[in-house]
């Protein structure tokens, strides 16, 4: 791949998963007998990117002594929020100004990334430098998700995301250009915001996957997703 560095988001409380993320971070979380920033750091290391950057929030100790004892074949680098919770938007900006790269991929690991993504997402980076984009998300049918009460999030049509009819949900996995936070400072916003002004300017992209889509969206969905 032609992306160096891969961000993985792991700031946040995963308050619908209490009780269990009041002592555990939603990451560590575990899926066959892996946690969920594993099975993400391994499909990582899989598809050749040769640096991580993660942020920390809520239990970041625990992400820390994880890291450190794991020992990946990968550099891993921790950037902690701070004394506040900074958001999607605000923890992908700090990651970003750690980093000399200007193309990061970019990862929510309460999605279970198996080995199946490895080819849609190495297609979804080819289209994104042959056309030359500075933004694109990995999307999926509704109709393919394991959690059927999850709403969708977007429309898309010819790789154009929209805000019609939401069909289709954002598995957690997108590629954006540092350009994209040039008028933002390190604060805690989302990153949909970011999003909506790419939709009103009609450049906001998208790139559908086949595969099913298992997602800690809740306690009763970890619940049967670990008896799966």
């Not at 970041?60 to 020992?71: A, G, M, P, S, T």
């Amino acid at each position: 791949m032609k992306i160096n560095t891969a961000l993985i988001l792991c700031a946040g409380f995963g308050k619908r998963l209490n009780p269990l993320t009041l002592k555990t971070p939603k990451p560590l979380l575990k899926l066959n007998n892996l946690s969920m920033l594993e099975h993400c750091v391994n499909l990582i290391i899989k598809l050749g990117i040769k640096n991580i950057i993660l942020n920390t929030f809520h239990l970041e100790n625990e992400i820390v002594k994880f890291i450190k004892k794991k020992k990946f074949p990968i550099k891993v680098k921790i950037i902690s929020d701070g004394k506040k919770i900074l958001n999607t938007g605000g923890g992908i900006l700090k990651m970003i100004n750690s980093s000399s790269d200007d193309n990061f991929l970019i990862f929510n690991p309460d999605t279970y990334w198996s080995d199946l993504y490895i080819s849609d997402i190495k297609k979804m980076e080819q289209f994104y430098f042959s056309k030359s984009l500075n933004n694109i998300l990995l999307l999926t049918k509704k109709i393919r998700s394991y959690d059927q009460d999850l709403s969708g999030d977007f429309e898309l049509k010819n790789h154009l995301i929209t805000n019609a009819k939401k069909n289709f949900i954002f598995i957690g996995c997108q590629i954006l250009n540092k350009s994209l936070f040039t008028d933002y400072k390190v604060d805690n916003f989302s990153i949909s915001r970011i999003w909506e002004n790419l939709i009103l300017n009609k450049e906001l992209y998208g790139f559908e996957t086949d595969n099913q889509f298992y997602h800690l969206t809740n306690l009763e969905i970890f619940k049967k997703l670990r008896d799966f």
